[in-house]
Structures are given as C-alpha cells and as structure tokens.
C-alpha cells in the first residue's frame, strides 16, 4: 500500500486503541504501528488550538469598543459566512465561503493587527502545519497534503509581504492559509475519508468486486463505525475505522 507523508499515524492507530478493533476481528494493521492514546489526544489539542477567524474578529471586536457600525456589520456578516462554511457539508462551497468572510474580514482586521500579533498568528498556524504534516504518514490524502503545502506557501508569501511592508495584504495571506488549514482538521478529514470509504464500499458492493462474504461483512462494519462516530464527533475513531475499511477493500 502506497504511503506518503506523516499525518494522522495517531488518529489511525491509537485514539480508539487497536485492541478494539481486534476484537471485532476488524484489526488489518501491522501491531507495530500502534501508538499510544496520549499521541492522538496531543492531536485534539493541537487541532483546538489552531487560531480561527472568529476567534481573530471577536478580538477586533472587544479590542475596539469604537468601531463604526459599518465595520461591524462586515466583521459579523464575516463571522455569520464561517459559521455556515462550518457546517457546510460540501467542501469546495465551504471553501469558497470561508474566503468570503476573508476578503470581508481582513482589511479591518489589518488595521487592528500589530506586526506582532502577525507575527504569533503565523507561529500557530506553523505549529498546526508541523503537527499535520507530522502525521500523514500512514495515508493517502492528496488533497491534504495539497491544502498544507498551500497554507505553508501562504505563510511564507505573508511574511515576505509583511517585510515589503505590505501589512493590509500580509494579514490577508495569513487569514487564507488558516482558511486553508481549516480542511487538514481531524473533523474535516474524518468526514472526507468516511464518506470515500461508503463511496467505495457501496460500488465495490455493486460491482461484485467483494467476493468473500466474511471481508464484505467486516468493511460494512466498518464503514457504519465510521460513520456512526462521525455523528458523535469522535473524528479519530471514524478516521481509524475509514481507514481500516478502505484497506479491507485495497486487499480484496
């Protein structure tokens, strides 16, 4: 099986634990790569504390009591088209939403933007791409990759902005990476990979291609437990069990 760069080896392997998956016989993973539980939830964590526009805005907003009225109803129209990006399940619309808001936002979040606070909402964000890009190792997520390599590029464009003293546009280059970093989170990838497993499960289903009924039985476990932990929000687990079915139907 094909491998690329490091992200989620935690959430794979170690947030709901091996052991659990063995014991439903749904266990296709080298023991080896089993890693401690402590690693997936410095993954959470890590995850949490990405900075988001709508913690940037409310900064703006407390920060500054004088705002005109104009300019806070752009920072909340901004806050308002995150939200729905958030909870849009189509990701290229989400995507296009979560620019909007910052085209909207950044210029006034640039004008209440030390270089400083620049400066520290590109640390985390860098933080975020290091975890990230620490973890992809056991997947084959292109589009993951892509949005990290676009979001460092993003980063480091910021930056040289911001030295051309650019500021106006640095603050919005770094705002699009965090856009873009948006799409690398455990939530988000767990949603992408549960819906490629069910995908792939429903035609290799059609096709015939699962000729032994014990494999068949075991991805379709195994995509429901994705799926099913999708809705309770347990990203890692429903990553793990994505990730299990689609190499169930790689093996067959």
Request: proline fraction near 4%.
């Amino acid at each position: 099986m094909a491998i690329s760069r490091p992200w989620f080896r935690a959430a794979l392997l170690a947030a709901v634990a091996l052991p659990t998956l063995a014991a439903c016989e749904d266990s296709v993973t080298n023991p080896d790569e089993v890693l401690v539980a402590s690693e997936a939830e410095a993954v959470l964590r890590s995850a949490a504390a990405m900075p988001a526009l709508l913690g940037v805005i409310d900064t703006v907003l407390v920060d500054s009591v004088a705002l005109p009225d104009g300019v806070r109803y752009s920072l909340h129209t901004a806050e308002e088209l995150w939200a729905r990006a958030a909870a849009d399940d189509d990701p290229a619309r989400a995507a296009r939403r979560r620019a909007s808001a910052v085209a909207l936002a950044a210029p006034y979040v640039a004008d209440h933007m030390d270089a400083a606070r620049l400066v520290d909402l590109r640390h985390r964000l860098r933080a975020w791409v290091d975890v990230a890009s620490g973890m992809l190792k056991h997947l084959r997520l292109p589009q993951v990759e892509r949005d990290l390599d676009g979001a460092a590029e993003l980063l480091a464009r910021s930056e040289a902005a911001e030295a051309r003293g650019e500021h106006r546009t640095a603050v919005w280059l770094a705002l699009s990476a965090q856009s873009r970093l948006v799409d690398t989170t455990p939530r988000v990838v767990a949603r992408r990979m549960s819906d490629g497993a069910l995908a792939r499960y429903r035609r290799a289903s059609a096709d015939g291609s699962i000729r032994d009924e014990q494999t068949r039985q075991r991805v379709e476990r195994l995509v429901a437990g994705a799926r099913e932990a999708l809705d309770q929000e347990d990203y890692l687990r429903a990553i793990q069990r994505a990730y299990y079915a689609t190499e169930l139907l790689e093996m067959r």
